[in-house]
């Protein structure tokens, strides 16, 4: 079982930035993906952004290409979301979520793959 908690939550302005922090404790498969997922306000969860734990394959959902980055540090167990010209549509409270082994069966951007998640941490953009 891999207990994760996010942080750097807050308030930002419509174009600022924030980087969002993701702690993992336990120990993560090599073939694991640890993803960021968001659930705005009346909405389903969505796919965000995922990375695979070796190797750092990287997938993102089509509409945060370009202005959001995944990135991990093996090392200090943490994943980061990179957040880039920040729009209202962005408000959102995001989570973290981490897969077990992966085999391949579901798509990485799907919520079947993981099986932790963390309490999540609002974010919003100010227009």
């Known amino acids: 079982q891999v207990q994760l908690v996010e942080s750097g939550g807050g308030l930002v302005q419509t174009g600022g930035s924030l980087r969002i922090s993701c702690a993992a404790s336990?120990?993560?498969?090599?073939?694991?993906?640890v993803a960021w997922f968001r659930q705005a306000p009346g909405k389903e969860r969505e796919f965000v952004a995922t990375?695979?734990?070796?190797?750092?394959?990287?997938d993102y959902a089509d509409s945060v290409k370009g202005r959001f980055t995944i990135s991990r540090d093996n090392a200090k167990n943490k994943v980061y979301l990179q957040m880039n010209s920040l729009k209202t549509e962005n408000t959102a409270v995001y989570y973290c979520a981490a897969s077990s082994i992966y085999y391949g069966i579901y798509s990485i951007r799907t919520r079947e793959v993981y099986d932790n998640w963390g309490q999540g941490i609002r974010i919003t953009v100010s227009a």
């Open positions: 336990g120990r993560l498969d090599p073939t694991a993906y």
């Open positions: 990375i695979r734990w070796s190797g750092g394959r990287t």
